[in-house]
Structure formats: structure tokens, C-alpha cells
């Protein structure tokens, strides 16, 4: 980060902190003196942008034009740098910026807006959005696609917590209908039930009492076969002897 630069404690502390890089240095092995190979193969986009950001500050520079330097990091450290490095770091320079995230151009001076790299519009934010310029309309359309964007995370977690709550039922459900299991006689009301479902009340009363009529008549005729039987078997041995 220095390169040619003398080390200031003081100085370089306090650009670590306004690039939020503090975080990382901790988080690597050897700190401020590890090696991130050949044109920082170590590093990710966002902490290789935020060391062109830290060595850019620490010259000290009386003008600086930074490149978007705040896409190559997420919302959080986006934040930070737009107010840590830019805002306050570089509060008493001239600082050019260009950037995509216009949440962070309230806090300019001056807006220059580019329409195929030729100048359009410039002036302040409030003058641009009170009139009807292609700056205003882009904020509208933008402002209206977060709309979408939130309802439809807003929908997708809903739709998340219905889907969570219809598979607790499930298993509710599942949890309801698990069999039971009895030991003895079995009851008169599971076969009831049994024909009740199968058969319906009235057919199946119907078929229960053929039923037994048809077991009470083949319990007769079996007795009544046996006694003939017997009879027969009787009236022979005497006729044999």
C-alpha cells in the first residue's frame, strides 16, 4: 500500500479505518506484512479495490478521481466508504467520483450526468430531481424497480412461511394419524366401522344378518348331516349282527 511512500503510523491507521480494512487485516495470518501474491491473486475484488482506495489516500493528494470504487463491495462497506473515505477523509480535497449508486449522490456537490459519455445534465441534486430531466425520471424509474424488488422479497418470504406452515400441518397431520395398536379381544365397534366403511349402514346390516342366517343354516345342516349319520351308521351295525 505505501510503495515508495515513508511509513506514518498515525496516517496509516487511519486510512486502514476509513477503508475498512481493519477487519480484514485481522483476519489474515500475518496482518499488514502478509504476502498476497502477484497483483493480489489473494485478495477478492472488493479487498483489491479497497487497497487501490487506501493507497490512493494515503498520498495524501490534493485531487483524487475515483472509478466506481464502490460496486466491487457490498451495501455495508459501500456505506462505509461513501462516508469514511469520501465524505469525511476527503472532505477538504476534490474528489471525482463516478458511480452507479446513486443512494450516495445526495452528499455531492455537483452531479455531472453522462449519457454515452457525453454530458447531459449537471447541477445539484436538488436542482436535478425538481426538474423534469432524464436524472429525475432515472431516479424515479429506479426508485419504482426497489418497490418491485421489496414486494417481491416480501412475497418470496411469505411464500416461505406458508410453505413452512402448510409442512408443520403435514407433519401435524401425519403426527394425528399415526395407528394405534391394542391388545385383546377386538371390539364389536371396529368391525362396525370396518362396514360402515366398505359396505354403508344399511347394506351392510343387511349383508351381516345374511350372513349370520347363512352360518346358523350350514351350523344346522351340519348337525343334522351328523345325526343322519349316525343314524345311518346305527341302523347298519345292527342289521349286520
Not at 511512500?5 to 477503508?19: C, D, G, M, S, W
Not at 466491487?72 to 472532505?91: E, F, G, P, Q, T
Not at 445539484?124 to 424515479?140: G, K, P, V
Amino acid at each position: 500500500m505505501l510503495v515508495i511512500l515513508k511509513y506514518n503510523h498515525k496516517l496509516f491507521q487511519r486510512v486502514i479505518e476509513a477503508t475498512a480494512l481493519d477487519i480484514d487485516l485481522d483476519q489474515l495470518s500475518q496482518g499488514v506484512n502478509t504476502l498476497v501474491g502477484d497483483q493480489g491473486v489473494m485478495l477478492s475484488g472488493g479487498q483489491k479495490a479497497r487497497v487501490n482506495l487506501a493507497r490512493a489516500l494515503y498520498r495524501n493528494a490534493d485531487i483524487y478521481l475515483l472509478d466506481d470504487p464502490l460496486s466491487a463491495v457490498d451495501v455495508k462497506v459501500s456505506k462505509h466508504l461513501s462516508y469514511r473515505s469520501i465524505k469525511d477523509y476527503l472532505c477538504d480535497k476534490i474528489c471525482i467520483l463516478v458511480t452507479h449508486q446513486i443512494q450516495f449522490l445526495q452528499d455531492a456537490t455537483k452531479i455531472i450526468v453522462l449519457d454515452q459519455g457525453k454530458m447531459i445534465q449537471m447541477g445539484t441534486y436538488n436542482e436535478l430531481i425538481s426538474s423534469s430531466s432524464s436524472f429525475a425520471h432515472l431516479l424515479e424509474d429506479i426508485n419504482q424497480q426497489e418497490q418491485q424488488q421489496n414486494a417481491a422479497n416480501i412475497q418470496q418470504q411469505q411464500s416461505i412461511i406458508s410453505s413452512t406452515y402448510s409442512e408443520k400441518e403435514d407433519k401435524d397431520e401425519v403426527m394425528n394419524n399415526i395407528d394405534t395398536k391394542q391388545q385383546g379381544a377386538i371390539k364389536w365397534t371396529v368391525y362396525t366401522s370396518y362396514i360402515k366403511a366398505g359396505l354403508g349402514c344399511i347394506f351392510g346390516s343387511f349383508f351381516i344378518l345374511l350372513l349370520l342366517t347363512a352360518y346358523q343354516a350350514t351350523f344346522m345342516y351340519s348337525s343334522w348331516w351328523i345325526a343322519t349319520w349316525s343314524d345311518d351308521e346305527s341302523h347298519r351295525y345292527r342289521n349286520f349282527n
